[in-house]
């Protein structure tokens, strides 16, 4: 019998492992499934980043132990977008620290910071990795309600001045997942200024930071004065350049936070393969054309999903950043009651949005993970179930 340490009890079930296996089961029965659900990325990497690893791979330098924290040239890379992307000023060696994906921070950071019942303030609906790193730190989450009436950013005069107090780290992610909700200047500053009244650590979760529709490229926390006082920013490649399996990240920002992050992934991870890491440096210094093409091509996806949910009387107010759609569902039931009804009788995989938080309730979410026919394919099966309009 094996007895699991306590932080493993608290630590939530993978609400979307279910929705993965309802998924397959349906596929199973030999049906056309259109996959929606998850956020995997469905285009491949841009072949110069792949060209880069092809040319890396051999480098014998690369396949020893690559230096605890990582290439400088990769740092140096990172630091360099956000000079071009943003105007932001960081320090390779202090203000960037390499992570396996945006993911493993996005734990850490918790790991680092809080104490066995220290606060940590975590946006709902929000991504559930977020959740997963307060529980393993032993944590207590207060939750902030993103509400459609507010743009779904959360309102800081709504949290108690005791959970405010009490409270160490919070979570911010715009674009978001899940409601494709974006973030401007005056929110940031709102952010930093409530961060530092209140001496919290803001983690800035910026994993759609290239994707914003409609003219608008997304705003960067650390664009905000005094952003790096106060916290760090997490990018990851995932999205921005179709490498959700190459697992590259950075965490940017506060060095005492960077400082922090970098010693806990040297004791678990020293660091990325070097290959990876010089095609990552290339996907961060090279031609960024592949992001505008990305960018529009999920606009142009969101616009034909739109145009198709019209036509069934699907009404919701479109995304303004992200891959994701945040969906009413319609009346007479729950978003898992709905995800399962069209997962059964269309065959089409949305995210509960209850998956997300007590705030996901009433939506689902919509990945633009498909191409545009697939897509509309999806909404016209939905509308033969004439459960809107
Ligand atoms: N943050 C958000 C909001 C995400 O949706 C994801 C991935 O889906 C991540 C972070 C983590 O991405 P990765 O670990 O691939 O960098």
């Given at each position: 019998?094996?007895?699991?340490?306590?932080?493993?009890?608290?630590?939530?079930?993978?609400?979307?492992?279910?929705?993965?296996?309802?998924?397959?089961?349906?596929?199973?029965?030999?049906?056309?499934?259109?996959?929606?659900?998850?956020?995997?990325?469905?285009?491949?990497?841009?072949?110069?980043?792949?060209?880069?690893?092809?040319?890396?791979?051999?480098?014998?330098?690369?396949?020893?132990?690559?230096?605890f924290s990582g290439f400088p040239f990769l740092k140096e890379a990172a630091a360099r977008r956000y000079k071009e992307d943003y105007g932001v000023e960081l320090d390779p060696e202090k203000e960037v620290a390499i992570l396996f994906g945006g993911k493993t921070g996005l734990i850490e950071i918790s790991q680092c910071l809080l104490n066995p019942g220290d606060v940590c303030l975590v946006p709902d609906p929000g991504y559930p990795d977020y959740w997963s790193g307060v529980a393993l730190a032993?944590?207590?989450?207060?939750?902030?309600?993103?509400?459609?009436?507010?743009?779904?950013?959360?309102?800081?005069?709504?949290?108690?001045?005791?959970?405010?107090?009490?409270?160490?780290?919070?979570?911010?992610?715009?674009?978001?997942?899940?409601?494709?909700?974006?973030?401007?200047?005056?929110?940031?500053?709102?952010?930093?200024?409530?961060?530092?009244?209140?001496?919290?650590?803001?983690?800035?979760?910026?994993?759609?930071?290239?994707?914003?529709?409609?003219?608008?490229?997304?705003?960067?926390?650390?664009?905000?004065?005094?952003?790096?006082?106060?916290?760090?920013?997490?990018?990851?490649?995932?999205?921005?350049?179709?490498?959700?399996?190459?697992?590259?990240?950075?965490?940017?920002?506060?060095?005492?936070?960077?400082?922090?992050?970098?010693?806990?992934?040297?004791?678990?991870?020293?660091?990325?393969?070097?290959?990876?890491?010089?095609?990552?440096?290339?996907?961060?210094?090279?031609?960024?054309?592949?992001?505008?093409?990305?960018?529009?091509?999920?606009?142009?996806?969101?616009?034909?999903?739109?145009?198709?949910?019209?036509?069934?009387?699907?009404?919701?107010?479109?995304?303004?950043?992200?891959?994701?759609?945040?969906?009413?569902?319609?009346?007479?039931?729950?978003?898992?009651?709905?995800?399962?009804?069209?997962?059964?009788?269309?065959?089409?995989?949305?995210?509960?949005?209850?998956?997300?938080?007590?705030?996901?309730?009433?939506?689902?979410?919509?990945?633009?993970?498909?191409?545009?026919?697939?897509?509309?394919?999806?909404?016209?099966?939905?509308?033969?179930?004439?459960?809107?309009?």
């Amino acid at each position: 019998q094996i007895n699991p340490a306590a932080r493993m009890t608290g630590l939530p079930a993978q609400f979307f492992a279910a929705l993965v296996r309802k998924a397959n089961a349906q596929a199973a029965k030999g049906r056309d499934v259109i996959n929606l659900g998850q956020g995997n990325p469905d285009r491949p990497t841009p072949s110069h980043i792949v060209e880069a690893l092809q040319e890396a791979a051999p480098n014998p330098l690369y396949h020893k132990y690559p230096p605890f924290s990582g290439f400088p040239f990769l740092k140096e890379a990172a630091a360099r977008r956000y000079k071009e992307d943003y105007g932001v000023e960081l320090d390779p060696e202090k203000e960037v620290a390499i992570l396996f994906g945006g993911k493993t921070g996005l734990i850490e950071i918790s790991q680092c910071l809080l104490n066995p019942g220290d606060v940590c303030l975590v946006p709902d609906p929000g991504y559930p990795d977020y959740w997963s790193g307060v529980a393993l730190a032993g944590g207590v989450m207060e939750y902030m309600p993103l509400k459609e009436g507010n743009n779904f950013l959360p309102d800081y005069d709504a949290v108690s001045a005791d959970a405010a107090n009490k409270a160490k780290l919070m979570f911010v992610n715009y674009p978001n997942n899940p409601t494709g909700a974006t973030a401007g200047p005056e929110f940031y500053a709102k952010t930093v200024e409530f961060a530092a009244k209140h001496g919290i650590v803001v983690a800035s979760d910026f994993a759609y930071g290239a994707i914003g529709f409609d003219g608008n490229a997304p705003v960067s926390f650390l664009q905000t004065p005094g952003a790096k006082e106060v916290g760090v920013e997490f990018y990851t490649l995932s999205k921005t350049y179709n490498m959700a399996g190459w697992r590259v990240g950075f965490a940017l920002g506060n060095p005492e936070v960077v400082s922090l992050i970098n010693l806990i992934q040297d004791h678990y991870y020293c660091s990325l393969f070097g290959g990876i890491q010089a095609a990552a440096a290339t996907a961060l210094t090279g031609p960024q054309q592949c992001v505008a093409e990305l960018t529009a091509a999920y606009e142009s996806r969101r616009d034909a999903l739109f145009a198709a949910m019209g036509e069934i009387g699907w009404e919701s107010p479109k995304p303004s950043g992200s891959f994701f759609c945040w969906l009413p569902v319609p009346k007479g039931h729950t978003s898992i009651s709905f995800a399962d009804h069209v997962l059964e009788h269309a065959d089409v995989v949305l995210a509960p949005g209850a998956g997300f938080g007590t705030h996901g309730e009433g939506y689902v979410r919509l990945g633009l993970l498909a191409p545009e026919e697939r897509l509309q394919e999806a909404i016209h099966r939905i509308g033969k179930l004439h459960l809107f309009g």
